[in-house]
């Protein structure tokens, strides 16, 4: 590859796509972060460092599989249900909608697109997005997914669903019936979502769970470019 080449990749990105056309929509991992009631604490610190005079830096982190931006895999709620590590890619990567929901409770069959197709991968963007990143505790009143509206996009054929906050279940309600209408008809499903800075439309999905053996989930990085 010549330097005049070489030169065009580092300004223009592969393909002519630059780093800028990506918004990302993962939850930063850290010390500390708010996690779901009874999961362990997020520990992410330097074991080795190099102003201690240790040869490199090295981090060890310690969290649950569902810790921020993560993929629930079916083995979660299925004791048999497949897991993370046998997520078809194609579930997590290609065209994706992100719809925006109004009801300040939970994602209702009436606010679903009415032009759902077997296949689509959707993003709900609830009013979770607009104080998500503020928050220091758990929020037990967040917006989820009904399982009214589980059955509706089971019926639909949809293949991916995501959420901007920890679970698409409710803490008090529909906590384990959504997760079993959707895993149990093979609907993978992303939690954790930063949507706070994604309009509704169609876009890009990119979002790769660690491949993480007969685990029942495990976090990802996810992003977004508008198509």
């Known amino acids: 590859m010549g330097l005049t080449h070489r030169r065009h990749i580092l300004q223009n990105g592969l393909w002519g796509i630059t ?29 080795m460092k190099l102003e201690n005079g240790d040869p490199f830096n090295l981090t060890q982190c310690s969290f649950t599989a569902h810790t921020g931006t993560h993929v629930d895999a079916p083995r979660h709620f299925f004791a048999q249900g497949a897991a993370v590590d046998a997520l078809p890619l194609d579930a997590m990567l290609g065209p994706c909608r992100v719809v925006q929901i109004e009801d300040p409770e939970a994602v209702r069959p009436r606010e679903l697109p009415v032009n759902l197709q077997p296949g689509d991968r959707v993003l709900f ?23 009214e509206a589980a059955k509706a996009l089971v019926a639909a054929g949809v293949r991916t669903v995501g959420i901007d906050y920890l679970s698409v279940g409710g803490f008090s309600r529909d906590l384990a019936e959504t997760h079993l209408i959707l895993l149990g008809a093979g609907i993978w499903i992303i939690e954790g979502l930063d949507l706070s800075n994604v309009e509704p439309g169609r876009y890009e999905l990119a979002c790769l769970p660690l491949r993480l053996v007969g685990a029942d989930g495990a976090p990802a990085r996810a992003a977004l470019r508008k198509v």
């Open 125 to 147: 963007k609830t009013n979770n997005s607009l104080h998500y990143n503020r928050l220091r505790e758990f929020v037990e009143n967040f917006v989820y997914v009904s399982k």
């Open 19 to 47: 780093v800028s056309d990506w918004i990302d929509i993962s939850l930063p991992v850290y010390s500390g972060m708010v996690v779901w009631p009874g999961d362990s604490e997020v520990r992410v610190e330097r074991v």
